[in-house]
């Protein structure tokens, strides 16, 4: 009996912005510190990414509070620019996000492989919630 199998989890948002807009801000360090938290009470103080399949990247994540915070850390295993990226995340799982543009619209499609420390719908919810910060900032711009 094998328990290796993960289960995989599917996010997506449609974001009212063309893709090479959507890609810049979802990518470029300066942005991603703007978005990158599931709620008010976090934030992301610094990022560095170098876009590139084998480069890496760490989003530092943290409460306001200053009560908690993590890196969250991976490699690329593919960047296709304006359409996909796949990377691993520090603890080996894999992650897949693709972007599919149509005009001023992009449809965002992340699917990740759930850890088994969280519930599920509690993993979905806080990628989801990411996502939709994403989706609230890039239509801002």
Known sequence: MSTTEKT?????????????????????????????????????PSAENDLRPGGTFSYRMEAKDGSFGFDFAGTYDDVTPNKRLAYT?????KVEVVFDGAGNSTKITSTFEA???????????????????????AESK
């Open 115 to 137: 850890e088994n420390q969280n519930p599920v719908e509690m993993q979905r919810g806080g990628w989801q919630a990411i996502l939709d910060n994403f989706k609230k900032y």
């Open 89 to 93: 995340i520090g603890d080996g799982r």
């Open 8 to 44: 995989l989890v599917t996010i997506e948002a449609v974001v009212n912005a063309p893709v090479e807009k959507v890609w810049e801000l979802w990518n470029n360090p300066k942005h991603v510190t703007q978005w990158n938290h599931a709620s008010d009470d976090w934030h992301s």
